[in-house]
Nanobody, 118 residues
């Protein structure tokens, strides 16, 4: 069983920054891809950014140049640095993990609210 705990969400003014963290724990043998998704009210959950075990990153077009995903493999942790935040970034942000624990699977965190005031 894998447990993901996100932190770092909150209320910020437009143009500000936040840093989200997600720590994975449990019987994890290997982490493949770690990622962040978000869901705004009335909308579907969408990909924000992912990072593979080798460090290859992928971003939604809407956040390119503003958000940076990173990971610390020793700590089973992924981070999302969010700069130049816009009101349209307001959403619940979810951490996602693709790992072998002990079998291949995907896990989700409980989500952390990010609210950007204009």
């Amino acid at each position: 069983q894998v447990h993901l705990v996100e932190s770092g969400g909150g209320l910020v003014q437009a143009g500000g920054s936040l840093r989200l963290s997600c720590v994975a724990s449990g019987r994890i043998f290997m982490i493949n891809t770690m990622g962040w998704y978000r869901q705004a009210p009335g909308k579907q959950r969408e990909l924000v950014a992912t990072i593979t075990s080798s460090g290859t990153t992928n971003y939604a077009d809407s956040v390119k140049g503003r958000f940076t995903i990173s990971r610390d493999n020793a700590k089973n942790t992924t981070y999302l640095q969010m700069n130049s935040l816009k009101s349209e970034d307001t959403a619940v942000y979810y951490c996602n993990l693709d790992a072998r624990a002990p079998y291949n699977g995907r896990w989700w965190g409980q989500g952390t609210q990010v609210t950007v005031s204009s």
